[in-house]
């Protein structure tokens, strides 16, 4: 069987796996969600040597150290896939939940009930964990999942693959919820974005090229974030010592996510305290500053990472320990700065005054705007979703970390008892 054949009938079973899924009792979703944590955990050992082989060979073909960092299956990170499998089996039943039912003049009732979206594909790079929380969060919304993944993370995705189908089987599902295309070539990925009539939705994972090839090929409908430009503006009544613990968390946690911090916006009546209380702390953290003519002598004086920004450094997603400082006069010009150069992904304010916070979180055009907090924390575990498949940055369908309920649609249902149409 070609490729192009092969997609086609992953995808067909796909479809037929999704309505047995939507059908399913709510118990055998969680049944096969619990099982999943308890057989992650119990092949611990196994995955870590699946991926060991993967980290290997990527470090052998010189990925770069946070390509490498999103690779790895720490006892963290498999630690957090098996919370968020019991976090998300915890939720209650979204599919069939009927909302807002109201009586008509006529005497019927209207009303809006959850339905799954149906098959969702996603295309991630990197970042093995991805596999198992989207297929955690589709499992539970009644959505059948076309999952594939970067080629550097073969060995990897294809034990937890089994691992799911063994979850899935043992609660009494088809194994074609959830499904790897069991190939790296890239024309894999090219056929299915062909096949809109099986799969409704597919969502991009990955660096600003894979997403912009997803969207160029893709005939469904795409959810997305093209990069994640994140900024947080100290306010000038922010509490400065605490601003530079969530700055230090913003940067430098995990430089290599696509929250994390790209650009600090800093009030001038306090950059002049402030600036150098970051260049001693994110300094000796390893962080270089690219600076605006105002910051640059106050971030220098304390460190010798500090040189000139240059005009493509504002609105550039650095992935790595390099952070844009720009002084800026007041919350109007943070706020001109972020509408010009923000991507919709996160922002922030570090402030103590409210009004400041409320006009801030009104006007920054973000999926997650932040008042007194790391960006780091626009996460779907963080936002209490239990999970996430992805992060949105466009406002159709979705806007933001995608759960559960994201990965879910609305149907009317009207229940009559004889109207017609007058």
């Known amino acids: 069987m070609d490729i192009a054949a092969e997609m086609r009938a992953m995808a067909q079973a796909a479809r037929a796996a999704s309505r047995r899924l939507a059908a399913a009792e709510g118990s055998a979703r969680r049944q096969a969600l619990l099982g999943l944590a308890d057989l992650l955990g119990a092949r611990a050992q196994a995955l870590f040597a699946a991926n060991a082989r993967d980290v290997d060979a990527a470090r052998a073909r010189g990925l770069d150290q946070a390509r490498l960092d999103r690779l790895a299956i720490t006892e963290g990170v498999l630690g957090s896939m098996i919370q968020g499998c019991r976090e998300v089996a915890a939720m209650s039943d979204p599919v069939g939940e009927i909302e807002s039912m109201k009586k008509r003049p006529n005497g019927m009732l209207v009303g809006r009930m959850r339905v799954p979206l149906g098959v969702v594909a996603m295309i991630f790079e990197s970042r093995p964990n991805a596999l198992v929380d989207a297929a955690a969060l589709c499992i539970k919304s009644g959505n059948a999942a076309i999952l594939r993944g970067g080629s550097e993370a073969f060995h990897s995705l294809s034990a937890l693959a089994a691992t799911i189908h063994d979850a899935l089987e043992a609660a009494g599902l088809p194994r074609e919820c959830v499904q790897t295309p069991p190939t790296a070539d890239r024309q894999a990925v090219t056929e299915l974005l062909k096949l809109d009539e099986y799969i409704d939705v597919v969502i991009p994972r990955g660096g600003e090229g894979l997403i912009r090839a997803v969207v160029e090929q893709a005939k469904m409908p795409v959810l997305k974030h093209y990069k994640g430009v994140c900024h947080t503006f100290v306010d000038e009544t922010a509490d400065l010592a605490r601003a530079v613990d969530i700055v230090l968390n913003a940067k430098a946690q995990r430089p290599g996510t696509c929250n994390a911090l790209e650009c600090l916006l800093v009030h001038r009546a306090v950059a002049g305290t402030f600036l150098p209380l970051v260049a001693e702390r994110l300094g000796a953290a390893g962080v270089r500053f690219k600076c605006c003519p105002e910051?640059?002598?106050?971030?220098?004086?304390?460190?010798?990472?500090?040189?000139?920004?240059?005009?493509?450094?504002?609105?550039?997603?650095?992935?790595?320990?390099?952070?844009?400082?720009?002084?800026?006069?007041?919350?109007?010009?943070?706020?001109?700065?972020?509408?010009?150069?923000?991507?919709?992904?996160?922002?922030?304010?570090?402030?103590?005054?409210?009004?400041?916070?409320?006009?801030?979180?009104?006007?920054?055009?973000?999926?997650?705007?932040?008042?007194?907090?790391?960006?780091?924390?626009n996460d779907g575990g963080e936002l209490g979703l239990g999970a996430e498949i992805g992060i949105s940055t466009t406002k159709l369908h979705a806007y933001g970390p995608m759960g559960i309920l994201e990965l879910m649609s609305a149907k009317f249902v009207a229940l009559g008892q004889g109207q017609i149409r007058q």
């Open 295 to 377: 910051a640059l002598p106050l971030l220098a004086a304390r460190c010798t990472t500090a040189e000139a920004a240059q005009d493509d450094d504002w609105g550039r997603e650095f992935l790595s320990l390099t952070l844009a400082v720009k002084v800026v006069a007041d919350l109007d010009e943070a706020l001109e700065h972020i509408a010009r150069f923000g991507s919709n992904h996160t922002e922030a304010i570090l402030t103590e005054s409210h009004k400041n916070a409320m006009r801030f979180t009104r006007e920054a055009d973000a999926s997650m705007v932040a008042v007194n907090a790391s960006t780091r924390l």
